[in-house]
């Protein structure tokens, strides 16, 4: 962990990380080395919470661009399964699931 200028280390980046990823203040306060009522204290101060909703963000579009990255593939795949599975409740469902994919209406 970096140090800040008191020469205390800088929990900061722990914390958000643990925040943005979605534990509990409970949680990221023991990963940061913290108390909860330090966790929550720092998510009441606007700017910290904005930093982890923006680190978040970041997460979210990162997860979106390997799902976009697989989507072929897993086109592929409900395909060649509704088309060609052995068992028949298994083309059932990967059909259905295609056809509804396929008419879902864009909002």
Not at 5 to 14: L, P, Y
Not at 31 to 47: F, H, N, Q
Not at 53 to 63: A, F, K, M
Not at 78 to 98: D, H
Request: aromatic share 2%.
């Amino acid at each position: 962990m970096n140090t800040n200028a008191n020469g205390k280390r800088d929990r900061d980046a722990v914390l958000i990380a643990a925040l943005a990823r979605g534990a509990s203040y409970t949680e990221a306060a023991h990963v940061a080395g913290l108390s909860k009522a330090t966790v929550a204290r720092r998510m009441a101060e606007p700017a910290f919470r904005g930093q982890v909703i923006e680190e978040r963000e970041e997460t979210i579009e990162r997860v979106r661009g390997m799902l976009i990255e697989g989507s072929l593939a897993a086109a592929k795949t409900l395909l060649e399964l509704a088309s060609g599975a052995a068992g028949e409740s298994v083309r059932l469902a990967a059909s259905l699931r295609t056809l509804e994919l396929v008419l879902r209406r864009r909002p």
